[in-house]
T-cell receptor, first 115, second 111 residues
Framework: GQQLNQSPQSMFIQEGEDVSMNCTSS?????WLWYKQDPGEGPVLLIA?????ELTSNGRLTAQFGITRKDSFLNISASIPSDVGIYFCAGQGRINTGTASKLTFGTGTRLQVTL | NAGVTQTPKFRVLKTGQSMTLLCAQD?????MYWYRQDPGMGLRLIHYSVGEGTTAKGEVPDGYNVSRLKKQNFLLGLESAAPSQTSVYFCASSYSYQPQHFGDGTRLSIL
């Protein structure tokens, strides 16, 4: 089946630094999503991307849909302590009428921010 | 401003017991989902629903059943719990095929 590789698995950064993470797939996707999960809570949708090459921002977060449609990138600028959490990418193939194309989740990037 | 509410939050079962997890959303969403999250793995879709009275299998449906009798509720049932079903279960809802709002999860341990 489809697999998503997220990199890095974890990272420690200092407050104020910029963060970059990526997600690569063995298959082409039509939609890329990025979620953040805080401890003890459910994931929160951060950004959705629907077109190859698309670049979308949400505050300090910027995500890109790779040109090959097999990868996506998430950048966080000027990190702050509340950015701590696990970031998941998710890819989705073509949606057929009446059925949901399976959303494949990556294994996550754990971000820790030090003061 | 409840969003997606899951009950219970924690549960311990013995092998072979049955139970039902309840998910309720107050956003009038058509789409609802049940996922499981295991250590070191991404979320995996168990079952989903695209509207009241409809359900469909996801990636890992074996051992689970679901019902969507009311638009706002999506129930996940374990008929005969097995240790392999120890996991954190998340419900989600949305207006589309991309889950947007998640509950805080149900932590289920099966001994």
């Amino acid at each position: 089946g489809q697999q998503l590789n997220q990199s890095p698995q974890s990272m420690f950064i200092q407050e104020g630094e910029d963060v970059s993470m990526n997600c690569t797939s063995s298959s082409i996707f039509n939609t890329w999503l990025w979620y953040k999960q805080d401890p003890g809570e459910g994931p929160v949708l951060l950004i959705a991307l629907y077109k190859a090459g698309e670049l979308t921002s949400n505050g300090r977060l910027t995500a890109q849909f790779g040109i090959t449609r097999k990868d996506s990138f998430l950048n966080i600028s000027a990190s702050i302590p509340s950015d701590v959490g696990i970031y998941f990418c998710a890819g989705q193939g073509r949606i057929n009428t009446g059925t949901a194309s399976k959303l494949t989740f990556g294994t996550g990037t754990r971000l820790q921010v030090t003061l | 401003n409840a969003g997606v509410t899951q009950t219970p939050k924690f549960r311990v079962l013995k092998t072979g017991q049955s139970m039902t997890l309840l998910c309720a959303q107050d956003m009038n969403h058509e789409y609802m989902y049940w996922y499981r999250q295991d250590p070191g793995m991404g979320l995996r879709l168990i079952h989903y629903s695209v509207g009241e009275g409809t359900t469909a299998k996801g990636e890992v449906p074996d051992g689970y059943n679901v019902s969507r009798l009311k638009k706002q509720n999506f129930l996940l049932g374990l008929e005969s719990a097995a240790p392999s079903q120890t996991s954190v279960y998340f419900c989600a809802s949305s207006y589309s095929y991309q889950p947007q709002h998640f509950g805080d999860g149900t932590r289920l341990s099966i001994l």
